[in-house]
């Protein structure tokens, strides 16, 4: 298969995106938003996933079946929670 | 037949048991023929192990006052039965045993897309056999096989941690045999091999790898969790600490449930295998069992929640989850139907992998039914936690996938060792299998109806005489299952020559030679015909002169 280059300047761009999310999750920690903060902590986490799977872990530039593999991971994942939480939210 | 003169040259030829010799060329080889033989070997020992833990607790039942063995070392017992059983010995029983070798062969490929892999999956499996191993010898663990949180994280006095920790490595080879076969199945078919040509033991271990990959990691990290509480009293499950208990029945279950797939798909592959051959008969509805194997794997995500019925789930999830376990029955009976439907008016044979076939047929029919029983929330209420939760998942998973186990082996034992088996004897043990099975398990049932709870060293006396014949039958069980033992190892020395197509089949590991060259195939085979076309195929007919002559004994010369 043949590899994609990455530039080292996207390298660098994404890390400094996640460093000032690090940042952003540390901020919203120290105001009270109620049930909020943690919904903002999970988001922001999510989404530093998001970032380091597609770009440093190079599933932007995998084949189509590389990238169905992690959606099927993140719909088992659904799975779990939607069923668990059918029973958390229904007592 | 022009193949004749040659076949006593083949049969000097260079194979995979021949190839090299000593300890190295086997823990060291890269074959997945190899690599199958050796898993044969770790999980032959396991089910050993974990018979003698069925035997202890089956003598102990023998009266109703428990005389053999405390209270506490029958807690010790069902939970390594069901620890060593489950894990050690069901889950990778087929896949990698019989998955392992048939696979690459069935596809018509040279060894599995990741040969380094399978060697080092079988390493870990056995590195995690070694601890479970470690921790019975050392006292042995008492929480039950399911772990249930807080007894198993706060109050049990018992190896839990280490235990844990056995089954945790052990599950990262199930998850690389998995992902191996997955691969495998996806880019190393032979051209030719599409996918609606491939054969259904195929179909149904690419659901199974489904669930290993995607089930498995959950299990690892909940049983993780319980080990974090255990050592360092992070509060996750244990209500005094603000966790919740029945979260971890949620994630157990979330792969425990499926794991039950992961024992009975691969066996109802073999089944498929069997009916089909031993009826020389195309498949009926071949679409729609491939197409039921995937389903199952699938929708057994989605039915957990029926083993926590009376822990304190919510009404609504009670509901949901009952009515998801009831969908999960329509793929397993639409198999039943097609092998029904298969073996409707084609020339049955009753050869021994024919017996159980048919065995799991029946012995499945029984464990699938009963468990509808179970989905029902009303009836649940009644037998939760008692015998009759025990008569089932054994009917499943013995009755199921071990007969399934034992079928596939010698259907493919010829293939495996190059040599028959004594065909006599070996229906004679599948006979004895079967009416031990039913006398060990079906009074269980009855017991379960009446009452008894599962998991008591001692009963109340008016249930002797359905335990005693329980214990009966577990011992013609035990010996229905040395039997086999013997005569396989046997027929590896004295056996007949069994040539490259026995029954004979039409799939590709057929084409081979008993046993296989290292390669598999001298040629890459090209497929052009559909699978399982038994009526199109008259140079196929049971029994085949080799089966006939050396196995089945002088019969009447036909044509
Ligand atoms: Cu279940």
């Not at chain 2, 009831?326 to 139907?337: E, H, N, Q, R």
């Amino acid at each position: 298969m043949p590899e994609h280059i990455v530039s080292r300047k996207l390298y660098f761009l994404i890390c400094g995106i996640l460093l000032s999310l690090t940042l952003l999750t540390w901020g919203v920690a120290l105001i009270n938003l109620g049930r909020w903060n943690i919904v903002l902590a999970l988001a922001i986490a999510f989404s530093k996933a998001t970032l380091v799977a597609l770009f440093f872990m190079h599933l932007r530039y995998s084949p189509r079946r590389t990238q169905l593999t992690l959606v099927a991971g993140l719909f088992w994942l659904g799975i779990l929670l939607l069923l668990t939480m059918s029973d958390y939210l229904t007592r | 037949m022009s193949t004749a003169p040659t076949a006593e040259v083949v049969r000097r030829e260079e194979n995979y048991l021949n190839v090299s010799y000593g300890i190295r060329s086997w823990l060291l080889t890269t074959d997945h023929k190899r690599i199958a033989l050796l898993y044969l070997a770790s999980v032959t020992v396991f089910f050993f192990l974990g018979g003698v833990f069925a035997v202890l607790i089956r003598l102990n039942l023998f009266t109703p006052t428990g005389d053999l063995v405390s209270a506490a070392t029958y807690n010790k017992l069902f939970t390594m039965h069901g620890v060593v059983m489950i894990f050690f010995f069901l889950i990778p029983s087929i896949p990698a045993v019989l998955g392992n070798f048939l696979i690459p062969l069935m596809i018509g490929a040279k060894d599995l897309a990741f040969p380094r892999l399978n060697l080092a999956s079988w390493y870990l499996f056995n590195m995690g056999g070694l601890i479970v191993l470690y921790s019975i010898l050392s006292g042995g663990i008492d929480t039950g096989w399911t772990f249930y949180t807080p007894f198993s994280s706060v109050y049990s006095n018992t190896h839990v941690v280490s235990t844990i920790f056995g089954i945790f490595i052990a599950g990262f080879s199930s998850i690389l045999t998995g992902l191996n076969f997955i691969v495998t199945i996806h880019t190393m078919r032979a051209p030719g091999m599409t996918w609606f040509r491939l054969p259904l033991f195929v179909w149904t271990h690419y659901a199974t790898s489904l669930i290993f990959v995607l089930g498995t990691p959950v299990i690892a990290i909940t049983l993780a969790l319980v080990a974090a509480e255990r050592l360092f009293h992070l509060g996750i499950f244990n209500p005094a600490l603000g966790g919740d208990p029945l979260l971890f029945q949620h994630l157990f279950w979330f792969y425990s449930h499926p794991a039950v797939y992961i024992m009975v798909l691969p066996a109802m592959g073999v089944t498929t295998e069997l009916i089909t051959t031993f009826a020389r008969k195309k498949l009926f509805g071949y679409s729609f069992v491939a197409a039921a194997s995937l389903a199952i794997a699938v929708i057994g995500f989605l039915v957990w929640g029926h083993h926590m019925f009376v822990a304190g789930q919510s009404a609504y999830a009670a509901m949901i989850f009952s009515l998801l376990s009831y969908l999960v029955a329509i793929p397993s009976a639409v198999k039943v139907f097609n092998w029904t439907a298969t073996l409707y008016k084609g020339s049955v044979s009753w050869a021994t992998p024919m017996l159980y076939g048919l065995g799991f047929i029946g012995l499945f029919v029984m464990g699938g039914l009963t468990g509808l029983f179970l989905a029902a929330l009303g009836v649940d209420v009644h037998v939760h936690d008692t015998y009759f939760v025990v008569a089932h998942f054994h009917y499943i998973m013995v009755g199921g996938a071990v007969m399934g186990y034992l079928g596939g082996l010698h259907y493919w034992w010829p293939k495996i060792s190059g040599r028959l088996y004594p065909e006599a004897l070996a229906r004679f043990a599948a006979i004895v299998l079967f009416i031990g099975f039913n006398l060990t398990f079906f009074p269980q049932f009855i017991l379960g109806y009446l009452g008894m709870p599962r998991r008591y060293h001692a009963y109340p006396p008016e249930f002797q005489v359905l335990n005693v014949l329980s214990t009966a039958g577990a011992s013609i069980l035990a010996i229905g299952y040395l039997l086999p033992m013997a005569y396989f190892i046997w027929s590896m020395r004295y056996g007949p020559a069994a040539g490259p197509n026995p029954w004979p089949a039409t799939g590709l590991e057929w084409l081979t030679p008993s046993p296989p060259p290292p390669h598999n195939f001298d040629e890459t085979p090209t497929v052009t015909w559909e699978p399982y076309d038994f009526p199109n195929r008259p140079d196929l007919k049971y029994p085949s002169p080799v089966v006939a002559v050396r196995q089945l004994g002088p019969t009447p010369q036909e044509e």
